[in-house]
């Protein structure tokens, strides 16, 4: 019989505000990761909306439910070997926080990455034309505007994308991972 090591698996959670460039700088990693040979998935908060949390809305305790659902996968995977790669709003300290507890619980590496661009830049990135619905009396409770965002306390990296390219943003948070030894 032999035996093979398996690969080490994490959580990168990614939260920001929406436009911040979270799926952007995940695919890129992803890709980076993926042609290293690692088993990676990354895990987009709108799919995951779409489909593992369809029909809940964005009250705080549906945000707040979807986090959490999304936050199980993520560790369920990272438990397993899997590089999980997660681009989400989350945006309250609390949601993030039991996602925490639940990796540190099975002793999985989580490490969360504040994309802390100011609403302003997300504003003219605007992506999905939440920000212009919103000017427009279109759309309420858009997070960061109005609806609250809780930047992280002590995230484990802080990345500024108003101040660096995608790709140096997703190659820092590769440089962090290969810091701790899990790449």
Not at 23 to 38: F, N, P, S
Not at 67 to 77: D, H, M
Request: proline share 5%.
């Amino acid at each position: 019989m032999t035996t093979t090591a398996r690969a080490q698996g994490a959580t990168v959670w990614l939260t920001g505000l929406p436009s911040a460039g979270k799926t952007t700088i995940a695919r890129l990693l992803g890709d980076r990761l993926k042609a290293e040979g690692h088993r990676v998935e990354v895990l987009d908060g709108d799919e995951i909306r779409r489909f593992l949390s369809a029909g809940l809305g964005f009250s705080r305790e549906d945000r707040n439910t979807n986090v959490q659902r999304i936050g199980l996968v993520s560790e369920v995977l990272a438990r397993n070997g899997v590089l999980s790669v997660v681009p989400v709003i989350a945006p309250y300290a609390d949601s993030r926080e039991a996602v925490r507890k639940r990796h540190d619980a099975s002793g999985t590496p989580y490490i969360e990455v504040h994309v802390a661009t100011p609403v302003e830049v997300c504003s003219e990135r605007d992506v999905k034309g939440l920000y212009a619905r919103q000017a427009a009396g279109r759309l309420t409770g858009l997070t960061g505007v109005d609806d609250p965002y809780e930047p992280p306390e002590d995230p484990s990296l802080v990345l500024r994308t108003q101040d660096q390219t995608p790709q140096e943003s997703a190659d820092t948070v590769y440089a962090t991972l290969a810091e701790r030894g899990l790449v």
